[in-house]
C-alpha cells in the first residue's frame, strides 16, 4: 500500500492553469502540423454562383450557423425582394407592349406605392425591427400581377436575379419578426462579393481547405493577382444559363463569351502553369428549366446545330471552355453543378476532394 503525504491524502491536486493552457497550446499546434492544408482559389464571372458555393460548402462541412447569424440575413433577403421586384417594374414599363406587362388596376396603385417605399428606403440593418406587413402586401400583389408575370417570363431580356421567384415567394416572411431564415434561405440571400473573402473548413479532421472568394465583376478582378501564392487548385465557377444573358457592367457582351474569355485567361495565366483547374459548369437546373421553355444555345453560338437538349448543350459549352486551354498537359476536371442544392455539391466535392487531397499531400512531399 502506498502511503501518501499528509498534505495529499484525501484531497484532489488543482490543475495548473498555466499548464493546462499550455497543453492546449500544444495540442493545437500539433494538430496544425499534422493537417494538410489546401488553399483553394474561386474564380468565375459575376452571378456565376461562386458565392453561393462558398456558402453552402461552409453550411456543409464548417460551423453550423446560429439563429442570431441566420437573422442576419434577413435584411439581405429582403433588399434582394425589393430589387428583383423593382427589376421587373422597370421591365414590365419598357418590353415591347405586346407581350403584355403593363400594369393596370390597383396593381397601378400598388406600384407607386412600391416606388414611394422605395424611394424612402436607405439601409434595413435592424432584423428586429423589419418594414411592416403592408410593404409585404402591396409587393406580394405586384408579384401575382399578370403584367409582372409576363415581365419576369421575358427575364432574358433585362438582368434579372436568378432567385427573383423565390425572395419574392418569401416576402411576407422577410417582414416577420419571428421568421429566422434557414440555412436554404441563406444560401438563396445575394450579396455581392467585393473584394477578398475567405473562408475555411476541416474536411474528415485531416485536411483544412481555405477558400479564397474574389469579386468576379470586371473592376474587382485586378485584386486577384496577390491571391496567386500557395494555391493548391482553382475552382472556376461557369453559368451554364449565361448563354441568353448579358453582363451588368457592360450590356453589350455577353456573359458566357464573357466566362470563356476569362476562362482562357486564367488557364494560359503563366503563374498558374502548374496548377490544376477544376471546372464547374452551375446552374444546370436553371439550365434544364430554360431549355424546357423553349431557349436555344444558338443565342449564343450560331454555328451550333446539336438538339436543344441538356447534355448535348452542357457537352458543347464543356468543350468551348476546354478549347480555349492551350496547355494539353494542364489538368482540367469537369464538373456539374447547382450551387443552391446542398446533396448536389456534397457528392461532387467528396469527390473532388479525394483529388485535391493527393495532390496537396504529394506537393507537401508527404506521399509519391
Known amino acids: 500500500m502506498v502511503c501518501l503525504p499528509p498534505c495529499l491524502a484525501g484531497t484532489r491536486v488543482a490543475p495548473d492553469d498555466d499548464a493546462t493552457k499550455r497543453i492546449d497550446q500544444e495540442f493545437r499546434e500539433e494538430q496544425r502540423a499534422t493537417t494538410n492544408v489546401c488553399r483553394l482559389l474561386l474564380l468565375g464571372t459575376g452571378n456565376s454562383g461562386k458565392s453561393t458555393l462558398l456558402k453552402q460548402l461552409f453550411e456543409i462541412y464548417g460551423t453550423p450557423m446560429n439563429d442570431r447569424e441566420r ?38 396603385e400598388c406600384r407607386d406605392a412600391f416606388k414611394r417605399f422605395q424611394s424612402q428606403l436607405a439601409v434595413w440593418d435592424k432584423p428586429a425591427r423589419p418594414p411592416g406587413p403592408d410593404i409585404a402586401y402591396v409587393m406580394s400583389r405586384l408579384w401575382a400581377d399578370k403584367g409582372i408575370q409576363n415581365a419576369y417570363s421575358n427575364r432574358t431580356k433585362f438582368n434579372l436575379p436568378d432567385s427573383a421567384a423565390y425572395v419574392l415567394d418569401k416576402v411576407y416572411d422577410w417582414v416577420s419578426e419571428d421568421y429566422v431564415p434557414t440555412k436554404q434561405d441563406v444560401v438563396m440571400a445575394r450579396i455581392r462579393t467585393t473584394g477578398i473573402v475567405e473562408r475555411e473548413f476541416r474536411f474528415q479532421q485531416t485536411t483544412l481547405f481555405k477558400l479564397v472568394d474574389v469579386g468576379g465583376q470586371r473592376n474587382e478582378r485586378r485584386k486577384w493577382l496577390h491571391c496567386f501564392s500557395d494555391v493548391g487548385a482553382i475552382i472556376f465557377v461557369v453559368s451554364l444559363s449565361d448563354f441568353e444573358l448579358r453582363l451588368e457592367e457592360d450590356s453589350s457582351v455577353n456573359r458566357l463569351h464573357e466566362a470563356i474569355t476569362l476562362f482562357s485567361e486564367i488557364c494560359n495565366y503563366p503563374s498558374f502553369e502548374n496548377i490544376p483547374i477544376i471546372l464547374f459548369l452551375n446552374k444546370k437546373d436553371i439550365l434544364k428549366q430554360r431549355l424546357a421553355e423553349g431557349a436555344n444555345l444558338r443565342t449564343a ?37 447547382c450551387a443552391t442544392d446542398a446533396d448536389n455539391v456534397k457528392r461532387v466535392f467528396e469527390a473532388l476532394s479525394r483529388v485535391l487531397i493527393e495532390r496537396s499531400l504529394q506537393d507537401s512531399g508527404l506521399i509519391v
Open 301 to 337: 453560338f450560331p454555328e451550333y446545330v446539336g438538339p436543344s437538349t441538356y447534355d448535348d448543350v452542357v457537352d458543347y459549352i464543356g468543350r468551348a471552355l476546354h478549347k480555349v486551354n492551350r496547355d494539353r498537359r494542364k489538368t482540367i476536371l469537369t464538373y456539374r453543378t
Open 71 to 108: 437573422l442576419l440575413y434577413k435584411s439581405a433577403l429582403f433588399t434582394n425582394a425589393v430589387t428583383s421586384l423593382a427589376a421587373l417594374i422597370a421591365a414590365a414599363e419598357t418590353l415591347d407592349e405586346s407581350l403584355g406587362t403593363r400594369l393596370a388596376g390597383d396593381a397601378v
